[in-house]
């Protein structure tokens, strides 16, 4: 059988779909074990404006006192702990998904930050947190001057 320039075309678009679905299997399947071996990680969503980054972490059932917010240079470091509660006995359960210990996330953010003007709140399980950036690298509006010809 004679592959055409069509077929050969079609079966490397297949191949690339299935290696592309293989990379992300093999992708979750490792980052699953990596969380599960050092502890648990809180998901994040981080937004940035010209004028600031806004970062809300997911951390239902961690206490306040257990969450540190630290800025270093450019880097926003998250950690903190969820405790398993000692009230209810752990050979009660039939199942345990949800995370305990402690954890840690590490932002690199790029540019230079008002560090003294960060804020951080908590509700509902999510902590919030603004960091304002720099006015040296806010972008900055220059008007144009017309000149007359002389």
């Known amino acids: 059988m004679l592959l055409t320039r069509k077929d050969f075309r079609n079966t490397l ?11 992300r299997l093999f992708d979750e399947m490792f980052r699953d074990v990596e969380e599960l071996s050092r502890g648990w990680v809180p998901k994040v969503d981080v937004k940035e404006t ?25 880097t926003l470091t998250i950690r903190g ?24 996330r ?6 230079p930050v008002k560090a003294d003007a960060i804020t951080c709140t908590y509700r509902d399980g999510v902590l919030k947190i603004v960091v304002p950036k720099s006015e040296a690298v806010q ?8 000149e007359s010809a002389a």
Do not use: N
């Open 106 to 111: 590490a932002f690199t953010l790029g540019v």
């Open 139 to 146: 972008p900055k509006k220059i008007p144009v001057k017309v």
């Open 13 to 23: 678009e297949r191949f690339r779909a299935f290696d592309e679905l293989a990379s």
């Open 50 to 74: 010209p004028q600031e980054f806004t970062i809300y972490a997911e951390l239902p059932g961690v206490k306040k006192e257990d969450i540190e917010v630290e800025m270093v240079g450019d």
């Open 81 to 104: 702990k969820r405790e398993f509660s000692e009230e209810e006995r752990r050979e009660d359960f039939v199942r345990i998904e949800r995370s305990y210990g402690e954890f840690q």
